[in-house]
Nanobody, 121 residues
C-alpha cells in the first residue's frame, strides 16, 4: 500500500512558476513509477509527466516548461512548472504504479487527493 500527498498548488499569474510535491509513504514507495496527471473542469484527466528508473517523459504541451524529478531519500516526486499558462489551470494529481510509468491514468494503482493550480491571465 502506498499513500500519496500532493502539495504546492496555488494561484499564479501567467508566466509564473510553481513546484508541486508528492510525498509517498508505505513500503518500497521509492521503487514505484510515478506520474503527474491533471484534470480541468469538464475535461478528462490527462497525463502530464512520468518518471521511472532513469526514464521520464512529458506531454507535448508542457515539454520544455515542466520538469519532473524525484528524491528517493525523501520518497518525494516533484513537478517544477515554469512559464505557466492559463490553460495549465487544473487539479493536479500524482499517481503510482509498479514497474514503468505509462500514459494512461487507468494503469495507476494509487492516487493522491490532488492540488489545485490556477493560472490567471
Amino acid at each position: 500500500q502506498v499513500q500519496l500527498v500532493e502539495s504546492g498548488g496555488g494561484l499564479v499569474q501567467a508566466g509564473g512558476s510553481l513546484r508541486l510535491s508528492c510525498a509517498a509513504s508505505g513500503r518500497t514507495a521509492s521503487s514505484y513509477a510515478m506520474g503527474w496527471f491533471r484534470q480541468a473542469p469538464g475535461k478528462e484527466r490527462e497525463f502530464v509527466a512520468g518518471i521511472s528508473g532513469n526514464g521520464y517523459n512529458y506531454t507535448d504541451s508542457v515539454r520544455g516548461r515542466f520538469t519532473i524529478s524525484r528524491d528517493n531519500a525523501k520518497n518525494t516526486v516533484y513537478l517544477q512548472m515554469n512559464s505557466l499558462r492559463p490553460e495549465d489551470t487544473a487539479v493536479y494529481y500524482c499517481a503510482a504504479r509498479l514497474f514503468a510509468f505509462t500514459y494512461s491514468s487507468g494503469d495507476y494503482y494509487y492516487w493522491g487527493q490532488g492540488t489545485q493550480v490556477t493560472v490567471s491571465s
